[in-house]
């Protein structure tokens, strides 16, 4: 695309966008000329969380969701007077998928001694069913709160999230055997190889990655923990373990630095690092510029399931306001 056609393109979007009274809202894995244009266009970038707080606070009659299906139906849930569509419904999440309802439902009556805390990357199904939902940039602070009232926790689904949870705060964590499919690729051995290449490069590593990915990092933390890091940490080179989309955010606050993809990729592997999540992928303009035109993905949430899973998402929401981020 050209810079003039690019132009063109924004422009029309943000007119589109306008004039449905819409405000886009989109994540750091989304590709750059989506977290552009939301941009441009008056919206907002940010992680799971500040998308939540976002939507909820705008006053805007439409929040159009560039991210996956259970951020779509977070707003939905926070919002259910405002009208909630997304480039497409298809955009999934694999820690989602691996987390059906009704296993989830008997894997917890199994427990039902244990505090329920499930990732935000969950459907409004599972969300349902839980005490707490967290972000990965409040996980630890909000299990040290239960912790610390002698709570036992049931966790779902990402068990590699949950497993660092509980080594920083010693809590008693049952873990769902869950995954992301893009922090899961990221392997040890290709990290300290780079490493050696670059070694005056801080290492930066989203906690869902595998525990001896963990192990290499000199920052672990949110996508949004690990963009101030680029800025307030002195190096000039970062290896950074998370998907790609992050880049963008990264470059344009710190343009005089460089950042290097960490390898998910062994020996043989067509490439060196694959970390972009195929569904985040999805969110094109072109689809949505289509999903405003057609009207035809719109987020719906049961209102009764609703109402279930607004209560541990309001105690997130509350929980975090007192933390500084």
Known sequence: ??????????????????????????????????????????????????????????????????????MGETAKILSPEKRVIMPTLAAECSLDLGCPPEEFA????????????????????????????????????????????????????DQHL????????????????????????????GLQKLKAVYPEAAVLVHPESPEAVLALADVIGSTTQLLKATQNLPNQQFIVATDRGIFYKMQQASPQKSFIE????????????????????????????????????????DEGMRMKALVPLQRMLDFSAGLKL
């Open 262 to 301: 960490a390898p998910t990729g062994g020996s043989g592997a067509t490439c060196r690092s694959c970390a972009h999540c195929p569904w985040m992928a999805m969110n094109q303009l072109d689809n949505l510029r289509s999903s405003l035109l057609a009207d035809d993905q719109e987020v719906h949430v």
């Open 106 to 157: 008997v894997f917890r009556a199994q427990h039902p001694e244990r505090t329920v805390v499930v990732y935000a990357n969950t459907s409004a199904a599972v969300k349902a069913q839980a005490d707490w939902v967290v972000t990965s940039s409040i996980a630890v602070d909000v299990i040290n709160h239960l912790a610390t009232r002698g709570e036992k926790i049931l966790w779902a689904p």
């Open 162 to 189: 949950g497993r660092y949870v509980a080594t920083k705060t010693g809590a008693d964590m049952l873990l769902w055997n869950g995954s992301c499919v893009v922090h899961e690729e990221f392997k040890a051995q």
């Open 1 to 70: 695309m050209s810079h003039g056609e690019k132009t063109e393109r924004m422009t029309e979007l943000t007119e589109m966008l306008k004039a449905r009274n819409a405000v886009l809202v989109a994540h750091y894995y989304t590709d750059p000329l989506m977290q552009e244009l939301a941009e441009v266009s008056g919206g907002f970038i940010g992680d799971s969380l500040e998308m939540a707080r976002f939507g909820a606070n705008t006053d805007a009659q439409t929040i159009v969701v560039a991210g996956v299906r259970f």
